[in-house]
Structure formats: C-alpha cells, structure tokens
C-alpha cells in the first residue's frame, strides 16, 4: 500500500525527510543494517509498520532502507524483515565457514549467550542462583519439583541469554528455513512454541 504522506510532499521535503531519518537511524539501513551512502546507494523510505497492520502513515512510522534491500525483503513489516535478514546472514556464515545451516549454538552466540556458567546451590526443595556477571547480585529463588514417573527433580525460571548453552548431543539438528513462519509469528505475539526445555550438570555429573 503507498503512502499518501510521501506522494503529496515537494521534492526538497522528501530530501530533508530522508536526512532527518538517516541521523535519527546513525545513518545506516533499517534492515541490514549496513552504512547508507547518498552517493552511492539508492535508498526508499518505507512504512515500519505496514498500513494494513495499523501503521500510521507519518514520519513517526518511517524508516530508510537501501532499495536493494527493500526490494529483496522477506516480510511487509520492516522490522520482521530485519530479523530475517540477520537470520540469513547467520546462515551464510555458518554455511561458509562450517559447511552446514545454523544450529541453536550459532545463534546464541550472535546474540552474546552461552558466556557465563551458573553458579547455583540447592537447599531443601529450592534452588538458588544469581547472574554476578551481569551485575546482578539478587538472589533469585525458585521452588523445586519432583517427576513421579522419573523421579526427575525440575524447576521453572527466567534466565539471561548469557547462561543458555546448546547442547547439540540432544539436538544435533540445524535450523531450517522453515523457521520464518515461527519467527513471524513469535514476533506478532502469537507463539507456536512450547516452553524451551533446559537442564543443568552439576561438577560431579561431569566427573562421572
């Protein structure tokens, strides 16, 4: 859907538009998020947003972006196109440098995870562990429960991306491209996840 707003302003506005979005963006392109040269690139200014989503259609709802880049977009909404467009270059990489598509371990890692162990103690039926490394000293505290079937002892807690490690023994599998739906998905507030799994090896387990 065009834009009503950009069609009625004179050729000098749309040019003081695209330099006040440049230095509100650092002057780099909403989706790749690569430098913006007026010399040297073709660039759009596109809704954020999309109108058919309820975007406004104001410069509060505008974005520059290189054209080839808008062009080549995966989605309507800038900024799903924007987390695609990191998921594919993720991909590239790891298939440049390994040979294979991404696996959960190459994402946290391009997103500062897997970087800290967690220091923890179990007291009664509760664990106990804060995020030093963070500058978190808090304790945070939650109760522990016990499988009947397995005899399997499991809590739920929030944790820093930091402390997430991959184990790829239990999940050797890549990330396919079928992830865009999820993504899309997860993003609009509406997840088809279930609640992410985890464990934690205490130093004897590792000695065994």
Same mark, same amino acid.
């Given at each position: ?34 430098? $913006? ?5 073709? $660039?759009?200014?596109?809704?954020? $947003? ?49 040979? $294979?598509?991404? %696996?959960?371990?190459?994402?946290? @890692?391009?997103?500062?995870? @897997?970087?800290?162990?967690? +220091? ?5 039926? +509760?664990?106990? =562990? ?14 522990? =429960? ?5 005899? =399997? ?17 239990? %999940? ?8 865009? +739906?999820?993504? +899309? ?24």
């Amino acid at each position: 859907m065009g834009s009503l707003y950009l069609t009625r302003i004179k050729p000098n506005e749309r040019e003081e538009l695209i330099k006040k979005l440049l230095e509100a963006q650092n002057y780099k392109c909403f989706i790749c998020r690569e430098k $913006v040269d007026l010399t040297l690139h073709q $660039v759009d200014i596109d809704h954020v $947003v999309p109108l058919k989503l309820g975007g406004k259609d104001d410069p509060s709802n505008f974005a520059i972006t290189h054209s080839s880049c808008n062009r080549s977009k995966q989605d309507s909404d800038l900024r799903i196109a924007r987390i695609l467009h990191n998921f594919s270059k993720i991909s590239e990489k790891t298939l440049r440098e390994k040979g $294979v598509s991404p %696996n959960l371990s190459d994402i946290l @890692s391009e997103y500062g995870g @897997s970087r800290y162990k967690l +220091k923890f103690k179990i007291e009664e039926k +509760k664990i106990k =562990f804060s995020f030093p490394e963070l500058g978190s000293n808090s304790i945070n505290e939650y109760p522990i =429960f016990v499988d009947e079937l397995s005899g =399997f002892r499991y809590f739920f807690g929030l944790f820093p991306i930091e402390y997430l490690h991959h184990d790829e023994r239990i %999940n050797p599998r890549s990330i396919g491209k079928n992830i865009t +739906k999820l993504i +899309k998905e997860f993003f609009l507030k509406r997840p088809q996840l279930h609640i992410t799994l985890g464990y934690i090896i205490t130093k004897m387990e590792l000695l065994k």
